[in-house]
Every structure is written in C-alpha cells, then in structure tokens.
C-alpha cells in the first residue's frame, strides 16, 4: 500500500516538473527560478514583434551563486544559434556573440548571491555594442556593422542554443533566478537605461519582449515565483 502511494507521488512530481506550458502573463514582481543544472530545462519567449532588428537593448536582473559560465539570453535565429546570445563568462568578463562574432567586457561586476541588473545594447549602423552593469557602463566596442538580425526567432533563458532551438549543454545552462526580461528593437538613451537600472518603471516596456506582458512556455524543471530578497539586496 505505501509502495503504491509513493509510486503515484512519484509519478505525479514526475509529470509536475516535466510539463509544458504556454500563457501571456503579467510578471511583474515575479521571477524564473532555475533550481539545477540542467541541459532541459528552460524558458521559451515569444517575441511581440518578429521583424528583422537593426537595433536591440536587452535588459536583465539575475540571481545566481555559479563561479562558472552561464547563458543570460540566447537569441537564435535559421541563419545562426547565436544571432544575439548574452553569456556571462568568468572572471566579471561577459560576452555579446552576434552572429558568430564574439566581444568580450572585462572588469564588470558579477555579485554572488545578489541581484544583479544588466543591459546590452547593439546598433547595426555603427556596430556598436556596450553593457551596463549595475548602473555601470562598459567600454563601447564595434561588431558586425550595417548587418541586420533577420529570420524567425528562437528566445531561450536558461540554456545557450548551439543549435536553432536545442543543442543544450548542462556546463552552459543557468542556475539562480530571473527577473524583468525585456527586449527593445531600439538602442536606448542612457536615462531610460538609468530608470530600469534603478528599478524605476520605463515610460515603455519592451516592443520586442515585456515583461509585464510576457508569452512563454516553461519546458522541464522551472519555476515561476515571487521575487525574493528584493531587488536591491
């Protein structure tokens, strides 16, 4: 009899952590929670707008203990598996790979066990791409100029795409929490930049993701939770 009951509990977390599901939500003060390793679990996003990006601003905050490299944001497209992936390297190093080309930004802060509030930016026109981190801002460096990003996208949190929409490794994936994912198909100014890195309320959310209108679907073992420890602390 207790066999057969933890055979049914069994099953039913089995079902629990493995399903699928896709919703439009308002996420605010909430957040992803990736509780393991994994080269499973993630989140999909679908995109407000497909168009082909000339521009992009993506703002983060995530919560993470990992001393080891880990995805922030993989965007894939047919053409590459990193058309724009956000990937935090060692060391306070992170990386922006546009299109197989990969600039690295040295000396930004990554804080263990704190929430911590990024944005990376690129223009095709001048190539130009920079991080902020915390309110700080990165040096600015140049990548794959007068190109636009083009194609349906694949939007991954948790995982890197080496391929459109899968190839996962567990070294790559992301452990810790996420929070206030938003995509714009604009570079922008410093002072909207300032407001979310603050935690101030843009005058408008992402075009391309929002947050506060979020779709997506959690694939495997993630979670979706009310934010904890408060954004500043």
């Excluded at 952590?17 to 308002?26: G, I, L, V």
């Excluded at 499973?40 to 082909?52: M, Y």
């Excluded at 203990?65 to 497209?77: C, I, V």
């Excluded at 198909?185 to 300032?194: F, G, M, S």
């Amino acid at each position: 009899m207790e066999y057969t009951i933890l055979k049914n509990i069994t099953t039913l977390l089995l079902v629990y952590f493995t399903q699928s599901y896709a919703e439009r939500k308002d996420l605010s003060g909430k957040m992803f929670t990736f509780p393991v390793e994994s080269d499973t679990a993630h989140v999909i996003l679908d995109p407000n707008e497909s168009n082909s990006l000339t521009a992009v601003t993506t703002c983060l905050r995530f919560f993470s203990d990992l001393t080891r490299a880990q995805s922030l944001f993989s965007f894939a497209t047919p053409a590459s598996p990193n058309s724009f992936l956000f990937y935090k390297q060692v060391n306070h190093v992170y990386e922006i790979n546009e299109y197989d080309n990969v600039i690295l930004f040295r000396g930004l802060e990554d804080i263990a066990n704190k929430w911590n509030s990024v944005c990376a930016t690129w223009n095709s026109q001048t190539g130009i791409a920079q991080l902020w981190v915390n309110g700080k801002p990165s040096t600015r460096k140049g990548v794959r100029r007068g190109r636009d990003i083009s194609g349906t996208p694949s939007i991954i949190l948790g995982q890197d795409q080496d391929s459109y929409g899968g190839k996962f490794d567990k070294a790559q994936s992301f452990v810790g929490m996420l929070t206030d994912v938003h995509m714009w198909d604009t570079v922008l100014p410093y002072p909207e930049i300032a407001l979310y890195m603050n935690g101030i309320p843009q005058k408008t959310g992402g075009n391309v993701i929002n947050w506060s209108s979020l779709d997506f679907t959690i694939k495997e073992y993630v979670l979706v939770e009310d934010i904890i420890n408060g954004l500043n602390g």
